[in-house]
């Protein structure tokens, strides 16, 4: 347990390393100067020479390519991620204060995924080739086919300003978390409602589900305790994987409903050239990812028993 645990995270430094130096060229190959940019946005002027220099100097911008990048994830590695040209705050300290709401909007967003795809999945598995079969497998297509932010504007059009339910943007109260949770969660529902329905008709298949109702035991239980546990185990990496996922990358969204999370930050400033908060955001979002993916990686070995390790890989034993 403990070395595989080992080797899965040694797996995830290199990918880490990679996110950090990916976020570093963002800035080094931008246009611009950095130093001047950060100058001007906080003082408000144009900067001397000398000025510049100083500003150059605070951030190792003097220093060539390869002593800045080593320099930067040294501080990266410590949780220093720099300070804003914008705000002039830690990066760190702004996307920890966004963090929270970008959490709630992937939180219920999960939950809509959840509620919508595997009581689908289950009933067009049971139901194999039905008209509810039929019917789920052409909305899941239909589903995965919508872009987020095109249903984020129907779902606006419909609940706002038409029938004026629902607020279309802000935070005001729970009210204001239904039509973007909504507007992310119905996209990765389609798709997991159809990972779902795979997963569950290859258990179905089994020998051992045969021999189980062989020997009389009722339906529901062969569900519950045979075909869901052994089947779930792609289905809950999918929705961990979406989860993070919104973690890192609902910016869109978050913008369409004026959402004040991370992804709204991160778009503010690419339209302000805060290279740093940029960079903050690739690694802060990377490494949630990174994470998750580690913690869906070893779920595995609680939720199907059939699973053993061997070597860096889960394996049907």
Known sequence: MASYIARRVAYLIPIWLGITLLAFLISTLAPGDPAQIYFQRTRGRQPTQQELQIVRERF??????????????????????????????????????????????????????????????????IRRNSVLDQVTRAMSMLGASIPSFWLALLLIILFSVKLQWLPASGQQGWESLILPALALGLGDAAVVARLTRS?????????????????????????????????????????????????????????????????????????????????????????????????????????????TLSGDKAVAG
Do not use: C
């Open 60 to 125: 190792n911008l003097d220093e060539p390519v390869v002593e800045q990048y080593l320099s930067w994830l040294s501080g990266a590695v410590r949780g220093d991620l720099g300070v804003s040209f914008t705000t002039g705050k830690p990066v760190l300290d702004e996307l920890l204060l966004r963090f929270p709401a970008t959490l709630t909007l992937a939180f219920w967003a999960t939950v809509v995924t959840v509620v919508v795809a595997i009581p689908i999945g289950i009933l067009a598995a």
């Open 199 to 307: 997963s569950l008709l290859e258990i179905i298949n089994e020998d051992y589900v045969k021999t189980a109702r062989a020997k009389g035991l009722s339906e529901g239980r062969i569900m519950i305790r045979h075909i869901l546990r052994n089947g779930m185990g792609a289905v809950v990496t999918q929705i961990g994987l979406a989860f993070g996922f919104l973690l890192a990358y609902s910016a869109i969204v978050e913008v369409i409903f004026v959402w004040p999370g991370i992804g709204r930050l991160a778009v503010d400033a690419i339209g302000q050239r805060d290279y740093t908060m940029i960079q903050g955001f690739v690694v802060f979002a990377g490494s949630i990812f990174v994470l998750i993916n580690l913690a869906v990686d070893l779920s595995y070995m609680w939720l199907d028993p059939r699973v």
